[in-house]
């Protein structure tokens, strides 16, 4: 006769390999999206290199410039007065492109396999951030040149966001997907960190290696992510996640927390069930109009487009507002303004884990935007008083920030990509995911080319802007934050725990 097996044994038997698979899945899609941040970085920290006070350095005795020309250690053509509308210029073929193309990439990534779709983005992408390098080697000083790599680069980027959310939702419940994901989520900023520091080993020496390095790096983890990437747990016959309690009421009280702004009485359950017994069709692909419909989609796209705005402006233009403003040297400045993202990783976990245990997605957002406006305002006016004072203003900003825009682009996205009206349809987390994220890429595209054309005039104004587009985006969650306030009062009338929406 068989000894039966001590409990703790039992447990690490039926579910290490599920665990196993979905730890694995978890670290494979945060590697991927770190390369493809790290490949964006480099311009932000090359950008105080391209454009110099040639008065404070000295020249190489090789040099073939005439001895007035004050511009003779600038990269044409970022040697001119208006370099800060070409390096806009430069930042925004990227984001206009990403922005256009998100909206079509998420319609084919749920059409697509994710493994081959990945890889192949990733590939590309790590060539033509290495083309954007290879204009150093090749002596390359034609504005067109990078622009055009830069378009190609967004449009190919834009086969990462979609698929790893939708990967990441394909392997994880909703029951603590905002703490999940918001440790996922650092990988955002850990790529922007380690892009900001390899870019400045070589940013001022050849600081086409500051691309190369990191386009061979992504191109690497592509094929990694071709070899290695499983996209549905059942395809290693592991049991997928459950993405609702199953509680689902007909109720029509709009203050009960069952019809929150998330939920709606359409559960999945009884498709899930139905499914068991017998065979169930594939899954149709959810249209971009269909997608639109599920409640809360709107909102949050338009918040994010705000949000996204403020965070890729400190992306994009902190170094060099260090650079200006505190007058720190290109590498130090880009070293430093690291300090915004290791900011965003805490604010990211922090958003996720309070929105899990509050349930409260639109409210934890709200109160983080509104928390950042007067920070900003504090750290343009104190935060270069000192280095400590910098430090700590720039770790904070990027908590508040970023936590906000971590959470939406992530467990929101997931959460309204497996809403209940889609009766278990997991077909459209990739598409939801893509206008979130794709809305929010406008905002993305606005913000670094309005702080072009804005910092000529002074940097107090490009911090007004961005104060006003924290303002927006808080006020676009009204709705949201009122329904869920009514949902916890209902649920605090009724003598019990606030439900999963």
């Known amino acids: 006769m068989r000894s039966s097996l001590a409990p703790g044994v039992w447990f690490l038997r039926s579910f290490s390999r599920d665990s196993w698979f979905r730890g694995f899945t978890l670290l494979l899609t945060f590697l991927v999206y770190t390369c493809y941040h790290m490949s964006r970085k480099p311009i932000s920290i ?3 290199r391209l454009h110099q006070n040639c008065s404070e350095l000295i020249k190489p005795i090789n040099d073939s410039h005439s001895v007035n020309d004050t511009s003779w250690c600038n990269w044409s053509p970022f040697d001119k007065d208006d370099y800060k509308e070409l390096l806009g210029a430069v930042d925004n073929a990227f984001l206009v492109a990403y922005a256009i193309g998100m909206f079509i990439s998420g319609i084919f990534g749920e059409r697509l396999p994710l493994r081959y779709y990945l890889s192949a983005g990733m590939l590309l992408s790590g060539l033509f951030t290495s083309l954007f390098g290879l204009g150093y080697f090749w002596n390359i000083h034609v504005l067109w040149y990078f622009v055009l790599i830069q378009i190609c680069n967004g449009l190919v980027q ?6 790893v959310v939708a990967c990441v939702g394909n392997w994880f419940g909703k029951g603590k997907r905002g703490f999940i994901m918001g440790i996922w989520n650092s990988h955002t900023s850990v790529g922007n960190i380690l892009g900001s520091l390899i870019a400045g080993i070589w940013v001022n020496q050849d600081w086409g290696l500051s691309f190369i390095v990191p386009g061979v790096i992504t191109a690497v983890m592509g094929i990694i992510t071709f070899l290695f990437l499983i996209e549905y747990p059942e395809d290693v016959d592991c049991d997928p996640p459950q993405h609702h309690d199953g509680s689902d009421k007909d109720q029509d009280n709009p203050e009960d927390p069952e019809n929150s702004p998330y939920s709606n009485r359409e559960g999945s359950q009884e498709t899930m069930a139905s499914c068991s017994k017998e065979p169930c069709a594939e899954p149709v692909a959810i249209s971009f109009l269909g997608a639109l419909k599920i409640p809360g989609v709107i909102e949050f796209s338009f918040c994010l487009l705000f949000a996204k705005l403020v965070s890729y402006t400190f992306l994009y233009w902190l170094p060099l507002y260090i650079f200006n403003v505190a007058h720190f040297g290109a590498k130090e400045a880009g070293d430093l303004s690291t300090l915004f993202d290791v900011g965003g990783i805490i604010g990211g976990i922090m958003a996720g884990l309070i929105s ?3 349930n ?3 409210t934890t957002c709200c109160i983080m935007l509104i928390l950042a406006a007067p920070m900003m305002f504090l750290y ?13 203003m720039l770790i904070i900003c990027g908590m508040l920030v970023n936590g906000p825009y971590a959470l ?3 467990a929101v996205s997931a959460d309204l990509g497996t809403h209940k009206s889609l009766k278990g349809n997991a077909k459209a987390l990739s598409t939801v995911s893509a206008i979130i994220d794709g809305t929010g890429s406008i905002g993305a595209a606005l913000g670094p080319l309005l702080a072009g054309l804005i910092s000529p005039t002074g940097w107090n104004n490009v911090f007004y802007m961005l104060i006003s587009a924290d303002i ?3 006020l676009l969650l009204c709705r949201l934050v009122y329904k869920e306030i009514l949902a916890w009062k209902a ?3 009724k003598g019990r725990g606030y439900k999963e929406i």
């Open 380 to 392: 343009n006016y104190i935060g270069q008083n000192g280095i400590v004072s910098s430090i700590v």
């Open 356 to 358: 899990d245990y509050t």
């Open 158 to 163: 834009t086969t990462g966001w979609p698929s």
């Open 472 to 474: 927006l985006a808080c």
């Open 46 to 48: 090359v950008k105080s």
């Open 408 to 410: 939406i682009t992530t």
């Open 491 to 493: 649920s605090l009338s």
């Open 360 to 362: 409260g997605r639109a």
